[in-house]
Nanobody, 123 residues
Framework: QVHLVDSGGGSVQAGGSLRLSCAAS????????MGWFRQAPGTEREGVAS???????IYADSVKGRFTISKDNAKNTLYLQMNSLKPEDAAMYYC?????????????????WGQGTQVTVSS
């Protein structure tokens, strides 16, 4: 049984940083595509970043140059380093995992989800 546990969210001021973590069990992060999505109240869930089996990454235009997605295969954990945070980055952030090596942009392409971790950014 696959289990993803998101953590690391919190409240920061604009310009600050946070690092989100997603600890996986029942799933080997090095084998597959994983990603981060976010959802603000009243909006659709949107893809933030993804990383495939070979380490290739894709970022939403809104976070390029500020966010970095990575995996620690030894810890079986996915990370999202978020720097230069803006108020518009505030949302619930979700870790997601696919039963496949390649990444796709749609949330419906992902099979497993974490419970979410809240990020709040004040101006």
């Amino acid at each position: 049984q696959v289990h993803l546990v998101d953590s690391g969210g919190g409240s920061v001021q604009a310009g600050g940083s946070l690092r989100l973590s997603c600890a996986a069990s029942g799933y080997i992060v090095s084998y597959y595509c994983m990603g981060w999505f976010r959802q603000a109240p009243g909006t659709e869930r949107e893809g933030v970043a993804s990383i495939d089996r070979w380490g290739s990454t894709i970022y939403a235009d809104s976070v390029k140059g500020r966010f970095t997605i990575s995996k620690d295969n030894a810890k079986n954990t996915l990370y999202l380093q978020m720097n230069s945070l803006k108020p518009e980055d505030a949302a619930m952030y979700y870790c997601a995992a696919r039963d496949g090596a390649y990444c796709y942009r749609r949330s419906s392409d992902y099979n497993y989800w974490g419970q979410g971790t809240q990020v709040t950014v004040s101006s």
